[in-house]
């Protein structure tokens, strides 16, 4: 449901037909993979975004049954859906990221682990801006060149450091600004030494390096 002082309005409901989809319906629950994280967020204007699983219709089971969605009450779409092809290749999501933000535009920050031709345990993972009406932007991927380094990459946690991308239930503005940290690996990485970092921008903006271990 999505509270105002005017009244509860429901926004989706398990068992009813989920936007996108060839038949399917949303199950589960709304809120994160599991109940120990809360991926449901919801912006000044009203516009939601939310997470569910599905059942029926096209699904197939550990191929599409998860998904992405967004929008208002009347109104909600598909953000993203497992098994979609994100780049060329075809690079497909994987899966569900672990974080999603939402910011006043109705602007989605989210990470993606992504699969297919090309795609290693280097460069699996991923961030992305979705705006309405004009899709998602790939923002940073790891194994990318790591701005404000001589010769990194960004690093995946599978790989030893930090993680890739290090994004807080936090790292969104109301105003598009995000934020995330990283590990580092190559160029003028010392393990342990200089191999953390955080970055900063806008979106349609480069990234800085704010601050490096």
Not at 45 to 73: C, E, H, K, W
Not at 121 to 128: E, G, I, Q, R, V
């Amino acid at each position: 449901f999505e509270s105002t002082p005017g009244g509860h309005v429901l926004v989706a409901r398990e068992g009813a037909p989920a936007p996108g989809t060839a038949g399917a319906v949303y199950v589960g629950n709304k809120t994160g993979h599991n109940v120990a994280y809360q991926l449901a967020k919801i912006n000044r204007n009203g516009t939601v975004v939310f997470y569910s699983q599905l059942a029926g219709g096209d699904v197939i089971a550990g191929v599409n049954d998860f998904a992405y969605f967004t929008g208002t009450p009347g109104a909600v779409s598909m953000l993203l859906r497992q098994g979609d092809t994100v780049l060329p290749g075809p690079v497909k999501a994987a899966g569900l990221g672990a974080v999603i933000q939402l910011d006043n535009n109705g602007r989605v920050l989210y990470t993606l682990p992504l699969t297919g031709p090309g795609v290693t345990s280097s460069n699996d993972d991923s961030l992305w801006i979705y705006t309405p009406g004009s899709g998602s932007q790939l923002l940073a991927r790891e194994g990318d060149p790591a701005p404000g380094t001589a010769g990194a990459a960004f690093l995946n946690s599978s790989v030893g450091g930090s993680g890739f991308p290090g994004v807080s239930p936090t790292s969104l503005t109301r105003s598009g600004r995000y934020e995330f940290t990283t590990g580092l690996t190559g160029g003028d990485v010392s393990p342990g030494i200089n191999d953390r970092a955080l970055y900063a921008a806008s979106v349609g903006g480069g990234v800085t390096m704010i601050a490096r271990s």
